[in-house]
Antibody, heavy 121, light 107 residues
Framework: QVQLVESGGGVVQPGRSLRLSCAAS????????MHWVRQAPGKGLEWVAV????????YYADSVKGRFTISRDNSYNTLYLEINSLSAEDTGLYFC??????????????WGQGTLVTVSS | EIVLTQSPATLSLSPGERATLSCRAS??????LGWYQQKPGQAPRLLIY???SRATDIPARFSGSGSGTDFTLTISSLEPEDFAVYYC?????????FGGGTRVEIK
């Protein structure tokens, strides 16, 4: 059974940094591209970043480019998202999701439950 | 960036009724459009991919249609568990984008 479990969220002051993690199990993690998708409170979904199955290629939404870094460790079946220079606009629930049917343009077929990031002074 | 516009924002229906949700793309995405269902406190779930193909274990009452810029998700007869928010998402052009969502609520 596929399982994705995010962690690392919390309340953070503006300008600080945070690293989110996503632990994967139940599938061959190293075979799949992985994404981060976020959702501001009461709002819709926003794609954030994707990494290829081997971590060699990474793409970002323009809204986060230069501040966010996606990475993975296939030895530990874990996906990461490093977030720098946090602002209030980054507040939201961050989901990791596996990519399916296409690279890098894919759908998201398995999702974690999300980790909440709140940026507040 | 392709903008996906979903309508209506809210759909008020009774169990057993038919639901028709629309997603319009600002540019041609061919058939590269998916639909997701999200219930409160849960992650989204992929329902439909490539405009009309049902994802694994999705009931047959969910169907999708369309191509190019106009797409429709139809729920043939609403079950109590179908009341939720539905999002469309395109993978036809970069970056990946989602629509703003349609809430299907109990009338």
């Amino acid at each position: 059974q596929v399982q994705l479990v995010e962690s690392g969220g919390g309340v953070v002051q503006p300008g600080r940094s945070l690293r989110l993690s996503c632990a994967a199990s139940g599938f061959t993690f190293s075979n799949y591209a992985m994404h981060w998708v976020r959702q501001a409170p009461g709002k819709g979904l926003e794609w954030v970043a994707v990494t290829s199955y081997d971590g060699a290629r990474r793409y970002y939404a323009d809204s986060v480019k230069g501040r966010f870094t996606i990475s993975r460790d296939n030895s530990y079946n874990t996906l990461y998202l490093e977030i720098n220079s946090l602002s209030a606009e980054d507040t939201g629930l961050y989901f990791c999701a596996s990519g399916w049917s296409g690279w890098p343009q894919s759908y998201f077929d398995s999702w974690g439950q999300g980790t909440l990031v709140t940026v507040s002074s | 960036e392709i903008v996906l516009t979903q309508s209506p924002a809210t759909l008020s229906l009774s169990p057993g009724e038919r639901a028709t949700l629309s997603c319009r793309a600002s540019q041609n995405v061919n058939f590269y459009l998916g639909w997701y269902q999200q219930k409160p406190g849960q992650a989204p779930r992929l329902l439909i991919y490539d405009a009309s193909s049902r994802a694994t274990d999705i009931p047959a009452r969910f169907s999708g249609s369309g191509s190019g810029t106009d797409f429709t998700l139809t729920i043939s007869s609403l079950e109590p568990e179908d009341f939720a928010v539905y999002y469309c998402q395109q993978r036809g052009n970069w970056p990946l984008t989602f629509g703003g969502g349609t809430r299907v609520e109990i009338k």
